[in-house]
């Protein structure tokens, strides 16, 4: 392990990765002192199993089994994709069920009424995965992921990925899927963190894209959009952002701005910079970015009712052609105001992401949005299951290793609802006109006529993704994906490490105080941004620090994170 020294501003915490994780930090799962009573149960159920499967098919009856989801949703388990496992591939009937209300709850009631029957799924979460071990009614699993001739989707599962789940005495407690099947070159995700500009509004102030790439170009492009008006004659808000209430410190608008000045905001916050880590509040850049922000807000170049917009009237303003540059999600721009143009007949049409600007002092640029490739949901498997072999059989199915897997899973093979426009891993449409006019029209009753849509029972790859090539109606649909698949290598984004994926401290200083961190960070951002002067901007800088330690307890939870990370560490490994 490499060494570790505390020094001053260490550390960048991002308040949504800590809320992410406290949303799931019950213990650590893997019930050890079941290991005796759960590998007979194992021996037992594939005992069973197997006799049952043999009577089965010597009837003629597929295998079966039902997979309960940990979530609610409308079901109809003669979809055409589930008939298509039935009849042709792989051959099992799944019967889903889903869950009335809270999943947890459900969870806890199921398991005190005698647990589910066959298999359930739900996303990955230690509270979860606690209860399902504490229950003493799951097999473990680790045998069938070393079973290549039989089992070849189970056992193409990356050994990382496994590694992590073993308990102490090796066992796995759950099949892992919606991972990435190449964890060294993971799929991006809808990255959409940028700054999106519009270019009919720099062509009007005789400028360039390029000419924005630094702050300074960015500041002269911002003072000449201010002079130009929109199509009522009303001038434009040169810069603007949603300071969405509801956001988190791992996912907000001006998460764009930091990235440029080199603030890491996501992945639990955390920038390993040498031996050293820096949390985002301790990172000098994040006072210069919101000091950057206050200067631009008093010269009036920052939408003056940036704090106080909803999202409609920011969306509104934003239809109707009054910014001329964004910051933060596009997402939050709303996509369907150039998703639904089939040219340049709408403001919404001149919308670019363009490359974070480059800051004075800066060499790389924050990291944003940390690529998780490891698993998000868990498939546990009930030791009273008489239906193991259909299990296993449909999830070695699921998890074949092909790029194009989650959308078989999703939407069944190429050939028979959807096939290749131009070539494998290429652009792909719908050749069924009535399973397409089912799967989008928008009522979820008729959409599951046709998919239960379990694409998380798969997993996916960066070589391609469907909804990137996906046929489309409208020119303009075409621009988010390309937004999105830019976004991804602007260098904001990066793959996850070891300590992006830490649990707090079950009842640990980090867990108690997380909450108070994000009320912090909403109460002062405001302040920030509207200082007078740089006296009043240096004065509430002071008491939102002063706040964090007194309030917040800052430095007791950067201490348990770095004890945490490595404990982490020594149990686990770095990577």
Not at 131 to 142: P, T, V, W, Y
Request: aromatic content about 12%; hydrophobic content about 35%.
């Amino acid at each position: 392990m490499r060494s570790m020294r505390k020094s001053k501003g260490t550390v960048a915490l991002s308040l949504a990765a800590m809320l992410a994780v406290l949303a799931g930090c019950s213990g650590n799962g893997g019930n050890n002192a079941n290991a005796g009573s759960e590998a007979a149960g194992t021996s037992s159920a594939q005992t069973t199993s197997s006799a049952s499967a043999s009577a089965s098919q010597a009837s003629g009856d597929p295998l079966a089994f039902k997979l309960w989801l940990g979530w609610t949703a409308t079901i109809n388990n003669d979809s055409l994709v589930q008939k298509y496992w039935r009849e042709k591939e792989p051959g099992v009937d799944v019967k889903l069920e889903a869950t009335q209300g809270d999943a947890l709850t459900a969870l806890n009631l199921n398991i005190n009424t005698g647990g589910f029957d066959d298999a359930a799924i739900f996303s990955r979460n230690d509270t979860v995965k606690s209860a399902m071990g504490r229950s003493n009614q799951i097999m473990s699993l680790e045998q069938y992921f070393d079973m290549p001739d039989k089992y070849p989707g189970l056992a193409s599962i990356p050994k990382q990925y496994l590694d992590r789940m073993k308990d102490k005495d090796g066992h796995i407690w759950s099949i892992p899927a919606w991972f990435d099947q190449n964890p060294n070159d993971p799929w991006p995700g809808w990255s959409s963190l940028a700054w999106t500009v519009r270019t009919d509004v720099v062509e009007k102030a005789g400028m360039k894209l390029e000419d924005l790439s630094t702050l300074d170009g960015v500041e002269t492009f911002l003072k000449k959009a201010a002079e130009q008006k929109d199509a009522s004659g009303k001038a434009l808000l040169p810069m603007s952002f949603l300071m969405d209430t509801n956001d988190t410190a791992g996912w907000n608008d001006e998460n764009a701005i930091l990235t440029a000045f080199g603030v890491s905001t996501s992945g639990k916050g955390v920038a390993k910079k040498g031996d050293d880590f820096v949390f985002t509040f301790d990172d000098p850049q994040y006072k210069a970015a919101y000091q950057w922000m206050n200067k631009l807000y008093r010269e009036k170049l920052i939408d003056p009712e940036v704090v106080t917009d909803k999202k409609e009237r920011y969306k509104e303003k934003n239809k109707s052609g009054r910014v001329a540059l964004n910051v933060g999600s596009f997402f939050n721009i709303d996509t369907t105001l150039w998703e639904t143009l089939d040219g340049p007949t709408e403001p919404g049409w001149y919308y670019q992401v363009i490359p974070f600007p480059k800051v004075p002092g800066v060499d790389q640029v924050g990291t944003n949005q940390v690529v998780n490739p490891y698993p998000g949901y868990d498939v546990y498997i009930s030791k009273k299951t008489k239906n193991l072999d259909a299990i296993l059989k449909f999830f070695d199915y699921t998890l074949a290793p092909k790029p194009e897997q989650q959308q078989v899973i999703n939407e069944g093979p190429a050939g028979l609802y959807w096939d290749w426009i131009d070539q494998p891993l290429g652009k792909w449409k719908y050749i069924d006109d009535n399973y397409k006019a089912d799967r989008n029209s928008g009522d979820v009753a008729r959409k599951a006529k046709v998919t239960p849509e379990l694409y998380m029972t798969s997993s996916y790859n960066n070589k391609w993704y469907p909804w990137w090539n996906s046929e489309v109606d409208k020119a303009g649909a075409a621009k988010t994906p390309a937004f999105t698949e830019a976004v991804g290598k602007m260098g904001g984004v990066r793959a996850a490490h070891n300590y992006d994926l830490l649990t707090p401290k079950e009842g640990g200083t980090w867990e108690k105080y997380a909450p108070e961190i994000e009320n912090l960070r909403k109460e002062y951002r405001a302040k920030l941004l509207m200082s007078k002067d740089d006296a009043q901007f240096e004065s509430t800088w002071k008491a939102f620090q002063d706040a964090l330690e007194k309030r917040a307890h800052w430095s007791e939870m950067k201490a348990e994170w770095l004890e945490t990370y490595k404990a982490d560490v020594a149990a686990n490994g770095e990577f």
